[in-house]
């Protein structure tokens, strides 16, 4: 059964501080992996979507990296601004028993200081 | 623009009553999905739809029902079964229910038992 762990469960940084998120994940025969950024009280909004044959997807400050033989993912924040406080997930899809579903990590909560 | 409508935003129950979230799209996608969000606990899968008129039950389907008579709408009834109903609901949709596609996720519905 696919298990994804997240760690830090939370981080706090400077302003302008480049930082990593890390994701596990137990199985690697996935199909892709998604991170996702969730406001208090909101819905989850997509970031990046990496397929299983891609290593890396990078869009403006944030790249995220996949490394399936490790069953591992980061997700890099370069020059973190307040705005990027929030919680972060990543979700892997497949995995054990070929399920098309994602399997949810519980989560990385960041607050960037001022 | 194309998204996720789910209504209520906030939604309260009280002991004994059925109550149903509605979840609208308009992505012309084929696979839906209900989560429940607890603190500290990841995602967990309640009922998925991969096309109209058929679905099934995720990881934690006891005491909610579902029906997919339209492909625009996914709506989620919380019975009275359900002991413990108190939660952030999440939808999502995505293009279908294979490999590549991500998930699109609406704002959500808090649900809370008076």
């Known amino acids: 059964k696919q298990e994804v762990t997240q760690i830090p469960a939370a981080l706090s940084v400077p302003e302008g501080e480049n930082l990593v998120l890390n994701c596990s994940f137990t199985d690697s025969a996935i199909y892709n992996l998604q991170w996702f950024r969730q406001d208090p009280g909101k819905g989850l909004t997509s970031l990046l979507l990496?397929?299983?044959?891609?290593r890396e997807q990078t869009s403006g400050r944030l790249n995220a990296s996949l490394d399936k033989s490790s069953g591992r993912s980061t997700l890099y924040i370069a020059a973190s601004q307040p705005g990027d406080s929030a919680t972060y997930l990543c979700?892997?899809?497949?995995?054990?028993?070929?399920?098309?579903?994602?399997?949810f990590g519980t989560g990385t909560r960041l607050k960037v200081l001022a | 623009d194309g998204g996720i409508t789910q209504s209520p935003k906030y939604l309260f129950r009280k002991e004994g009553q059925n109550v149903t979230l509605s979840c609208e799209q308009n992505?012309?996608?084929?696979?839906m999905y209900w989560y429940r969000q607890d603190p500290g606990q990841g995602l967990r899968l309640i009922y998925y739809s991969q096309i109209v008129n058929d679905f099934q039950k995720g990881d934690i389907a006891e005491g909610y029902s579902v029906s997919r008579e339209k492909k625009e709408s996914f709506p989620l009834t919380v019975t009275s079964a359900q002991k413990n109903p108190t939660a952030f609901y999440l939808c999502?949709?995505?293009?279908?229910?294979?490999?590549?596609?991500?998930?699109?996720f609406g704002s959500g519905t808090r649900l809370t038992v008076v």
């Open positions: 979700a892997v899809k497949g995995g054990g028993s070929g399920t098309y579903k994602y399997i």
């Open positions: 990496i397929q299983s044959s891609q």
């Open positions: 992505l012309n996608h084929d696979a």
């Open positions: 999502a949709s995505s293009r279908d229910n294979v490999g590549g596609d991500g998930y699109t």
